[in-house]
């Protein structure tokens, strides 16, 4: 009889444990906690300030979604985590529970979708290559026999490859564990270009040492959807976290936001990224939508 109340026991509380899994409301409720993904060096969307602090865009809309999550929720106090995550462990970070909201520069696509859920777009992000500003390279097609360097767990060279221009042209890849690394690749002439998301390479570029060395060029490889990223099938975190995101972007906040990371001078060294918002930034803004970069082709 002990031996099956003892089973009947854990059974429930492996179903609770599971049910909890996926209610990031209560999970957050029960631990006054909350983890937010972040990226060390994701452009003006993330990036670390070092001793375990964190800005960019993304970030502090994550963290105005959780006060208005504290907000719902009641809570006197909630205490927020920062955790790095990189391209390649970011989705299951967020899938087992580890990671309740990933604040970095996401790519919302359908095969993704099979994993995660997104919330709203809330930026727009097109895919290019940096050079050196000496290197004489403007196109996909001067890539040929030259070293192209991207960060692992991302899609871009493969848009590159794909890209109608890119057929025929040859190159070796590079790969860097994370952005700064692939970005380091090209700074060091280990790599002739590095392709990514225009504005990870505009926020590594003001970063540098030498902004003034290195330039954005060639054709738009892909026009895509970034956002933040929650858990599946979790419909209630969903809401609240829309919810939040839209009324920013009602009022004004959001564009005042990105004014705030893209135009204005940022910390650490006060540079400047220098990339006002996209008319298909502002689109998201007045329509709040999370289609996946699937639909944007269709266009």
């Excluded at 006197?76 to 604040?103: A, F, H, M, W």
């Excluded at 050079?131 to 390279?137: E, F, L, R, T």
């Excluded at 001067?142 to 042209?169: C, F, I, P």
């Excluded at 709040?288 to 970069?293: H, R, T």
């Amino acid at each position: 009889m002990k031996k099956h109340v003892l089973t009947l026991a854990l059974a429930l509380a492996a179903t609770g444990a599971l049910a909890q899994a996926n209610d990031t409301l209560a999970k957050i409720k029960a631990s006054g906690a909350a983890t937010m993904g972040v990226r060390d060096s994701s452009g003006a969307l993330s990036f670390t300030l070092g001793d375990g602090k964190y800005a960019g865009y993304h970030v502090e809309i994550c963290q105005r979604v959780l006060a208005d999550v504290q907000k719902q929720l009641a809570l006197p106090k909630l205490d927020v985590k920062y955790l790095s995550v990189t391209s390649q462990n970011r989705i299951p970070l967020v899938q087992n529970g580890t990671v309740d909201i990933e604040c970095g520069s996401t790519t919302n696509n359908l095969a993704r979708q099979r994993d995660v859920a997104f919330a709203v777009t809330t930026y727009v992000e097109e895919v290019r290559i940096a050079v050196k500003a000496n290197s004489g390279i403007t196109s996909i097609a001067q890539l040929n026999g030259k070293k192209v360097a991207t960060t692992t767990g991302t899609t871009s060279v493969q848009l590159l490859r794909r890209h109608e221009r890119g057929n025929g042209v040859n190159f070796e890849e590079v790969f860097g564990k994370d952005h700064a690394e692939s970005f380091l690749l090209l700074e060091s002439g280990r790599a002739d270009a590095f392709v990514m998301d225009g504005q990870i390479l505009a926020g590594n570029i003001a970063k540098s040492k030498a902004p003034a060395d290195f330039k954005i060029v060639g054709e738009v490889l892909s026009v895509e959807p970034i956002a933040i990223m929650i858990r599946k099938d979790d419909p209630a975190f969903k809401k609240a976290v829309d919810d939040s995101i839209t009324a920013m972007m009602k009022s004004g906040e959001m564009a005042k936001l990105y004014d705030k990371w893209f135009v204005q001078p940022i910390p650490p060294s006060n540079t400047r990224v220098g990339l006002p918002a996209t008319e298909a930034t502002k689109a998201v803004w007045a329509a709040p939508n999370d289609k996946p970069v699937e639909e944007y082709a269709k266009k």
